[in-house]
Structures are given as structure tokens and as C-alpha cells.
């Protein structure tokens, strides 16, 4: 007998919204985050901040996105969720001026009422992102 495995809400959830970020679709990105998501980005870059509210985090993607020139893609690996929380393992790449920016992260976010309400990346080199983008 085949065994069915049922994805959690909050995995779908957060499956969605880096399939829509992938494709550009900024608009679906905004139905799956809460109207007060706050996002964390941390290093020293000239992206390391909070961004607080829908509005804040969707231009922080778009600079993001311009500053790449539209190369910063992220590939899910795996999402693994309950209630509250949904964390992925992803492998995120861009290239910058010739220079092409591999790494990977584990990204948690807190989930509300099928919203993400915050989100925090765990980077394996957390400052890469400073060398290409200075603050």
C-alpha cells in the first residue's frame, strides 16, 4: 500500500511564496505575508536591516532584485513545518558584477493565522553579502 504524506499548511504556505518570489510575482509574495511581517536580515551589508511591514519588506526585495539585476534566485530544498513555524533549507545564488554569489541558509519563519508574520535567515556565511554590497 502507498504511502500518502500531506504537506503542512504552513509549509504550502511558505512554498508558495518563494515559488512566487522566484517567478516575480510580488503580488502573490504579498497575499502570503501578514499586513505587519517583520523581516530580519542580518550582516553588515547595505541590506542588513529589519524591514517592518508589507510595504518595507517587498521594497527591501526589490532592491535586492535590482542590485542583482534580477539574478538573485533561491532553490527550496526542503520546508519543514508545524502550528507556528515553517523553516526551509535553501540555496540561494546571484551574480553581481561578474562575481556569482552561491550560499546556503536555513530561513525560519513564524506563521499567524496563515500569514508570516517574521522571518529570520541562519546564512552558513552570513557576512558574504557585505564584500559585494558594502553598508
Not at 504552513?10 to 523581516?39: C, H, K
Not at 525560519?108 to 558594502?134: A, I, L, N, R
Amino acid at each position: 500500500m502507498a504511502q500518502v504524506s500531506v504537506e503542512h499548511p504552513n509549509a504550502t504556505l511558505f512554498r508558495r511564496g518563494y515559488e512566487a518570489f522566484n517567478s516575480g510575482d510580488m503580488d502573490a509574495v504579498r497575499e502570503t505575508f501578514d499586513q505587519n511581517i517583520v523581516w530580519h536580515t542580518g550582516g553588515r551589508s547595505r541590506f542588513s536591516r529589519d524591514s517592518h511591514g508589507i510595504d518595507d519588506t517587498l521594497g527591501f526585495f526589490m532592491e535586492l532584485i535590482q542590485a542583482t539585476n534580477g539574478t538573485f534566485h533561491t532553490e527550496v530544498h526542503d520546508i519543514i513545518a508545524n502550528d507556528d513555524h515553517a523553516v526551509a533549507l535553501v540555496s540561494s545564488s546571484a551574480e553581481v558584477n561578474g562575481r556569482k554569489i552561491e550560499s546556503r541558509a536555513a530561513h525560519v519563519v513564524h506563521v499567524k493565522d496563515g500569514k508570516v508574520t517574521e522571518s529570520w535567515f541562519f546564512d552558513e556565511d552570513p557576512y558574504q553579502f557585505d564584500e559585494v554590497f558594502p553598508a
